[in-house]
């Protein structure tokens, strides 16, 4: 499983809320994604950082930021909630040199 | 950017028989294209990968082939077994990047 982890594993929270969602590796990766799934949609990038405070957006990066003050630490913030964010989330590490990438074990997300 | 189309969104099979999943893409540059499986409620799980210096791959019961020309890759399950049933994701890796795009899912049904 690369040595990630995500927290919470599941969240319910209420819209205009602000919800961060951490993801944890263990192995020194330099590269982490964050993504989203949703039915029909397939796996979709949000954001992704190539190194400590080095991140960049993807497809669908509006209502969210990122940060990554550390190498082991990727947090996915949403501001302001909202229903349209109800997904799940996963977290990947790439590893270096071999475009690979190995996701987390996700976590669903409900915004009411 | 990278665009990936993958069909079918659905496919039924008797246990024994073989199956086949095609994607497209977009980027010529695109020199990675990996295959992963999800069960419901899991993780994706990456099962086969092929790169663009080779045109199949094999790996026990699956194999993926490439044809650059025509820009597509095809997932080939053969004696397919009622585990294989999950939702299965074709990748690319978007020309010059470590980001994957990915195709929007075939859910694989093996019947007993």
């Known amino acids: 499983d690369a040595g990630i982890t995500q927290s919470p594993r599941h969240k319910v929270t209420e819209t205009g809320t602000p919800v961060t969602l951490r993801c944890h590796q263990t192995?020194?990766?330099?590269?982490m994604y964050w993504y989203r799934q949703d039915p029909g949609h397939g796996l979709r990038l949000i954001h992704y950082s190539y190194g400590v405070k080095d991140t960049d957006k993807g497809e669908v990066s509006d209502g969210y930021s990122v940060s990554r003050s550390k190498t082991e630490d990727f947090l996915l913030t949403l501001e302001s909630a909202t229903s349209s964010q109800t997904s799940v989330y996963f977290c990947?590490?790439?590893?270096?040199?071999?475009?690979?990438?190995?996701f987390g074990p996700g976590t669903r997300l409900t915004v009411l | 950017g990278e665009n990936v189309e993958q069909h079918p969104s659905t496919l039924s099979v008797q246990e024994g028989d073989s199956a086949v999943i095609k994607c497209t893409y977009s980027d010529s540059a695109s020199n990675y294209f990996p295959w992963y499986k999800q069960e419901l409620g899991k993780r994706p799980q990456l099962i086969i990968d092929?790169?663009?210096?080779?045109g199949e791959k094999k790996d026990q019961r699956i194999a993926v082939t490439l044809n650059k020309t025509a820009k597509h890759f095809s997932l080939h399950i053969t004696e397919t077994q009622p585990e294989d049933s999950a939702v299965y994701f074709c990748?690319?890796?978007?020309?010059?990047?470590?980001?994957?795009?990915f195709g929007k899912g075939t859910k694989l049904t093996v019947n007993p």
């Open positions: 092929i790169r663009s210096n080779v």
């Open positions: 990748a690319a890796i978007q020309g010059g990047s470590e980001k994957l795009v």
């Open positions: 990947a590490i790439s590893v270096k040199g071999q475009n690979t990438q190995y």
């Open positions: 192995e020194n990766h330099r590269y």
